[in-house]
């Protein structure tokens, strides 16, 4: 069976504690509170790869998208060169829901989408 390639859906790591230097490379590490005040700003960083990513002209992240819960937040567009793949976005949560989750996707030029995603308790 052939292996799927980095275009075919959303790439995601199979197993956090052992991965890949593509892996390492691309996901979304997420740097936020693990509970939020409902109505309160909390900032959330975002960071591609434990293992720094080109930002060359062949070679780069493109775009990163934010959602919290079933809210679309943010895309922060990239240029190669003249940017880092690293964001800090200010998000608030309203109290509909005790837990969201915020969903990191971001687009490398050659190998596709990759995301990382992270519950979030929302507190009164």
Known sequence: MAEKGPFCGIN???DQANMTE???KHTP????PDTVKAGEPFQVTIKVGEIPHPMEEGHHIQWIEVSFGQNFN???DLTP??????VTVTLV???AHKTSTLRVVERCNLHG????TKEITVGE
Request: net charge positive; hydrophobic share 40%.
């Open 81 to 86: 060169v003249f940017t880092r793949p690293e």
């Open 74 to 76: 943010a895309r922060i």
């Open 113 to 116: 989408l990759w995301e990382a």
């Open 12 to 14: 995601k790591p199979q």
């Open 22 to 24: 593509a892996e390492k």
């Open 93 to 95: 949560k309203q109290s």
């Open 29 to 32: 590490w997420l740097d936020c």
